[in-house]
């Protein structure tokens, strides 16, 4: 009887788990978002069709018709709708304009307002913009119809801010925080994202001070699927993936909430972030958190919002959110602490812990750490060794990505149960001292440096609970025992695929190490199943299985398609021009364009027009030149007043183009403006590097400069002039990308380059 329920622990687990997944976003057939608020994901879709139709980036074609599609989408809700332009720079050097589209619903009272926010322009240059943020869109379009539609009077002012030019600089959010009179009436916001066209929506947090009221008021509202914890927006704020919201907190003071989804993030920024490929569960779990949360705060005194204490929080089955002040920390720690002397010391007094058995535990424990960690700081090196392709995805997931995350927590597991299978003779309370200490050391540090991942130390109580059982008891109920594992379950899980998800493949390695992790937490029940050779067999022939799997879906296809890209660059100084690509391993396709004599690029060269990561240019290969003409430049001004020379440039188009890159090189710059617009001193000081600016252009503009350099400086400028029209261009016969193809992301791509020096 007793096996029985030992191994029927095993399933149990493993439903656990699937639970800890399963539990994070409702399903495709939930109606109770619908029944509870109106809020309809199928009348949200209809928004997003239309808004995915084609690539709407600023200065696009379509950007301007979806624009239209929404200002008409609120005009039928009853509702007045203003436009908003501007130039704006913001503070990463990319000039745009920028149209916000803006709406507001009265209140009856003089408080603050709620402010909701996402962004209608899509990423230049393919991007369909289905999920990001046609999505966020979508969620505040249906929200705002289905709370109309109540006939309340809410207490606060509705603010919908649909803004644009997010994706070159968050410039329309930066417009409005600093230029719109009803800034100063905002007193929360709620902004709608994506990062990926699937998976559950994270709730990310942004405040100057603490997170107390934001997060006691977030679960007072009472969402149905939380998907949060403080360790996530944490690790969020060392990153440099900014969104609108963080405008409005750094420039105005102004806090609120993201939510955005994050999965699937081959799509990100890609012409497949399409209307077929959103994940609906997706939207709903948008529409989730926006009703209870657009009901709560259009009530709540969102004056009151600010506080200067911090909480921890996570999201845990059944309980939704939990969270608990930051000065809980220590005191837990401590308590943990003293528990585990204690059991230590009844442990030594009645002979059930030995100190050579206790000092023996230790060994598995260091051994599946090494193991596993070693593993997965090389996974990604060896997977892409093996499958160089995927190098050519450039933020670092492959569409098969899940599958190799699956297969290292099953190789993890394997690793894990080989090496406990050895150490029979030690005692289970013996071995349970070294996970302890390894668990309370982690604490420690994150309380210490990372006091957001504090609730790490829950399952370390339940830890503490198995282990004062296990030494009163020799073989304690094996339910009762599961019982104590769910937190460990619950809570790490899902952080075993949400850390590659987030950060990319090259983190692999916290798959493993949380796998492992979680692994001896679970001791007091995996160390009693009797067959763990076999279970090690069992996880390694998963392990296999993963890895077929994977394999058979590492090819490019229609559906997992292979991002390419070409561009043409014509310096018009030398009048010599180049085929050039950011492919690592070249596509048919591009490899036909460019011809026979391509060589790799041996340069490192500063200069990168339009990449994200900073990405070079791999290979390229000479061609004929065209009559492409480049920008006509002028120097309408230059004098020295003391120990300063000011320049004024201006550059004037002589095609239609879509971008203008400007690079200074190591040229001291002191400030600069285009067209009217000063840069930061911010971003002068801090962020420029060899890139002064890009100018998003809309009707042609012409840009015009005004710079101050050190008395006695030569002006040394590289403009970089591009056109995202190579694949219609008349000047070339470029044949069409093969469907197992498309345009690759976070690179300027399918473009006509004019590259111009000016030295002065």
Same mark, same amino acid.
């Given at each position: 009887?007793?096996?029985?329920?030992?191994?029927?622990?095993?399933?149990?687990?493993?439903?656990?788990?699937?639970?800890?997944?399963?539990?994070?976003?409702?399903?495709?057939?939930?109606?109770?978002?619908?029944?509870?608020?109106?809020?309809?994901?199928?009348?949200?879709?209809?928004?997003?069709?239309?808004?995915?139709?084609?690539?709407?980036?600023?200065?696009?074609?379509?950007?301007?018709?979806?624009?239209?599609?929404?200002?008409?989408?609120?005009?039928?809700?009853?509702?007045?709708?203003?436009?908003?332009?501007?130039?704006?720079?913001?503070?990463?050097?990319?000039?745009?304009?920028?149209?916000?589209?803006?709406?507001?619903?009265?209140?009856?009272?003089?408080?603050?307002?709620?402010?909701?926010?996402?962004?209608?322009?899509?990423?230049?240059?393919?991007?369909?913009?289905?999920?990001?943020?046609?999505?966020?869109?979508?969620?505040?379009?249906?929200?705002?119809?289905?709370?109309?539609?109540?006939?309340?009077?809410?207490?606060?002012?509705?603010?919908?801010?649909?803004?644009?030019?997010?994706?070159?600089?968050?410039?329309?959010?930066?417009?409005?925080? #600093?230029?719109?009179?009803?800034?100063?009436?905002?007193?929360?916001?709620?902004?709608?994202?994506?990062?990926?066209?699937?998976?559950?929506?994270?709730?990310?947090?942004?405040? #100057?001070?603490?997170?107390?009221?934001?997060?006691?008021?977030?679960?007072?509202?009472?969402?149905?699927?939380?998907?949060?914890?403080? +360790?996530?927006?944490?690790?969020?704020?060392?990153?440099?993936?900014?969104?609108?919201?963080?405008?409005?907190?750094?420039?105005?003071?102004?806090?609120?909430?993201?939510?955005?989804?994050?999965?699937?993030?081959?799509? &990100?920024?890609?012409?497949?972030?399409?209307?077929?490929?959103?994940?609906?569960?997706? +939207?709903?779990?948008?529409?989730?958190?926006?009703?209870?949360?657009?009901?709560?705060?259009?009530?709540?005194?969102?004056?009151?919002?600010?506080?200067?204490?911090?909480?921890?929080?996570?999201?845990?089955?059944?309980?939704?959110?939990?969270?608990?002040?930051?000065?809980?920390?220590?005191?837990?720690?401590?308590?943990?602490?003293?528990?585990?002397?204690?059991?230590?010391?009844?442990?030594?007094?009645?002979?059930?812990?030995?100190?050579?058995?206790?000092?023996?535990?230790?060994?598995?424990?260091?051994?599946?750490?090494?193991?596993?960690?070693?593993?997965?700081?090389? =996974?990604?090196?060896?997977?892409?060794?093996?499958?160089?392709?995927?190098?050519?995805?450039?933020?670092?997931?492959?569409?098969?990505?899940?599958?190799?995350?699956?297969?290292?927590?099953?190789?993890?597991?394997?690793?894990?149960?080989?090496? &406990?299978?050895?150490?029979?003779?030690?005692?289970?309370?013996?071995?349970?001292?070294?996970?302890?200490?390894?668990?309370?050391?982690?604490?420690?540090?994150?309380?210490?440096?990372?006091?957001?991942?504090?609730?790490?130390?829950?399952?370390?109580?339940?830890?503490?609970?198995?282990?004062?059982?296990?030494? &009163?008891?020799?073989?304690?109920?094996?339910?009762?025992?599961?019982?104590?594992?769910?937190?460990?379950?619950?809570?790490?899980?899902?952080?075993?695929?949400?850390?590659?998800?987030?950060?990319?493949?090259?983190?692999?390695?916290?798959?493993?190490?949380?796998?492992?992790?979680?692994?001896?937490?679970?001791?007091?029940? =995996?160390?009693?199943?009797?067959?763990?050779?076999?279970?090690?067999?069992? =996880?390694?022939?998963?392990?296999?299985?993963?890895?077929?799997?994977?394999?058979?879906?590492?090819?490019?296809?229609?559906?997992?398609?292979?991002?390419?890209?070409?561009?043409?660059?014509?310096?018009?100084?030398?009048?010599?021009?180049?085929?050039?690509?950011?492919?690592?391993?070249?596509?048919?396709?591009?490899?036909?364009?460019?011809?026979?004599?391509?060589?790799?690029?041996?340069?490192?060269?500063?200069?990168?027009?339009?990449?994200?990561?900073?990405?070079?240019?791999?290979?390229?290969?000479?061609?004929?030149?065209?009559?492409?003409?480049?920008?006509?430049?002028?120097?309408?001004?230059?004098?020295?007043?003391?120990?300063?020379?000011?320049?004024?440039?201006?550059?004037?188009?002589?095609?239609?183009?879509?971008?203008?890159?400007?690079?200074?090189?190591?040229?001291?710059?002191?400030?600069?403006?285009?067209?009217?617009?000063?840069?930061?001193?911010?971003?002068?000081?801090?962020?420029?590097?060899?890139?002064?600016?890009?100018?998003?252009?809309?009707?042609?503009?012409?840009?015009?400069?005004?710079?101050?350099?050190?008395?006695?400086?030569?002006?040394?400028?590289?403009?970089?002039?591009?056109?995202?029209?190579?694949?219609?261009?008349?000047?070339?016969?470029?044949?069409?990308?093969?469907?197992?193809?498309?345009?690759?992301?976070?690179?300027?791509?399918?473009?006509?380059?004019?590259?111009?020096?000016?030295?002065?």
């Amino acid at each position: 009887m007793k096996n029985t329920r030992l191994w029927i622990t095993l399933p149990l687990l493993v439903l656990a788990v699937y639970w800890s997944f399963h539990s994070l976003t409702p399903s495709g057939s939930n109606k109770d978002i619908e029944k509870t608020y109106g809020f309809s994901t199928d009348r949200a879709l209809e928004h997003v069709k239309e808004i995915s139709r084609k690539p709407h980036a600023v200065g696009f074609p379509a950007h301007a018709e979806v624009r239209d599609y929404l200002v008409q989408a609120l005009e039928e809700m009853g509702l007045e709708v203003s436009l908003q332009e501007g130039y704006t720079a913001g503070d990463w050097g990319n000039f745009s304009k920028a149209t916000n589209i803006v709406s507001r619903i009265k209140g009856s009272g003089e408080g603050k307002a709620l402010l909701l926010l996402s962004h209608y322009d899509s990423n230049p240059h393919s991007s369909l913009g289905a999920s990001d943020a046609g999505s966020g869109v979508a969620t505040i379009l249906e929200g705002v119809r289905a709370f109309l539609s109540e006939n309340k009077n809410p207490k606060n002012d509705i603010i919908i801010l649909i803004s644009d030019a997010e994706e070159l600089g968050l410039n329309g959010a930066d417009l409005f925080a #600093n230029r719109h009179p009803w800034t100063s009436d905002v007193g929360l916001i709620l902004n709608f994202e994506a990062r990926g066209s699937g998976g559950p929506s994270y709730m990310f947090m942004e405040t #100057n001070r603490g997170n107390e009221k934001l997060i006691e008021s977030f679960i007072s509202a009472d969402p149905k699927y939380p998907v949060s914890n403080s +360790l996530a927006y944490s690790i969020y704020k060392l990153l440099p993936n900014d969104t609108d919201l963080t405008v409005f907190r750094e420039d105005r003071d102004i806090e609120g909430f993201n939510f955005a989804f994050i999965d699937d993030h081959f799509d &990100y920024h890609s012409v497949r972030d399409s209307y077929e490929r959103l994940d609906r569960n997706s +939207l709903t779990h948008q529409g989730s958190y926006l009703m209870p949360l657009l009901h709560y705060f259009s009530e709540a005194d969102l004056g009151q919002m600010k506080s200067l204490n911090d909480h921890v929080y996570f999201n845990i089955p059944v309980f939704k959110m939990v969270s608990y002040p930051f000065d809980w920390i220590w005191p837990m720690w401590y308590l943990a602490l003293a528990i585990l002397g204690g059991l230590l010391v009844f442990g030594f007094r009645n002979q059930v812990l030995k100190i050579k058995g206790v000092l023996l535990g230790f060994v598995p424990l260091l051994i599946t750490l090494l193991i596993n960690g070693v593993i997965g700081y090389f =996974a990604w090196t060896v997977i892409t060794a093996v499958y160089p392709q995927y190098t050519d995805i450039l933020h670092g997931f492959p569409y098969n990505g899940h599958i190799y995350i699956l297969a290292l927590v099953f190789l993890s597991l394997a690793v894990s149960f080989w090496a &406990y299978r050895p150490f029979t003779t030690i005692s289970l309370p013996e071995l349970l001292i070294g996970p302890l200490f390894i668990w309370l050391a982690i604490c420690w540090g994150v309380a210490e440096y990372l006091p957001g991942a504090s609730f790490f130390i829950i399952p370390v109580f339940a830890l503490l609970a198995s282990l004062l059982l296990l030494l &009163y008891q020799k073989e304690p109920d094996p339910l009762l025992l599961l019982f104590l594992g769910l937190p460990a379950v619950f809570i790490y899980a899902p952080f075993a695929s949400m850390f590659p998800v987030a950060l990319g493949m090259k983190m692999v390695i916290t798959t493993t190490l949380i796998t492992t992790l979680c692994f001896v937490l679970l001791l007091p029940l =995996a160390a009693r199943y009797k067959y763990k050779k076999t279970l090690g067999i069992i =996880a390694f022939e998963g392990f296999v299985i993963c890895l077929i799997v994977a394999h058979f879906h590492s090819d490019f296809t229609r559906e997992r398609a292979k991002p390419t890209s070409l561009v043409y660059l014509l310096n018009t100084d030398e009048k010599q021009s180049m085929w050039a690509t950011y492919e690592n391993k070249l596509s048919e396709w591009t490899r036909g364009i460019m011809g026979n004599d391509i060589r790799e690029q041996g340069s490192a060269e500063n200069n990168v027009p339009g990449s994200k990561y900073n990405t070079r240019y791999s290979y390229w290969a000479r061609t004929g030149a065209r009559d492409i003409p480049g920008p006509v430049v002028t120097i309408e001004k230059d004098t020295t007043l003391g120990n300063t020379r000011f320049l004024e440039v201006g550059i004037f188009p002589q095609r239609p183009v879509n971008r203008l890159e400007v690079f200074s090189g190591d040229t001291p710059i002191l400030s600069a403006s285009v067209n009217g617009v000063e840069l930061s001193p911010y971003y002068l000081k801090e962020r420029r590097n060899y890139r002064l600016l890009t100018h998003y252009i809309s009707d042609n503009d012409s840009t015009y400069l005004e710079l101050s350099l050190p008395k006695g400086k030569e002006l040394n400028l590289t403009l970089y002039e591009a056109s995202n029209d190579l694949l219609k261009n008349p000047s070339f016969a470029i044949p069409p990308r093969p469907e197992e193809n498309i345009p690759m992301p976070f690179v300027l791509n399918d473009a006509v380059i004019t590259v111009k020096s000016i030295r002065h």
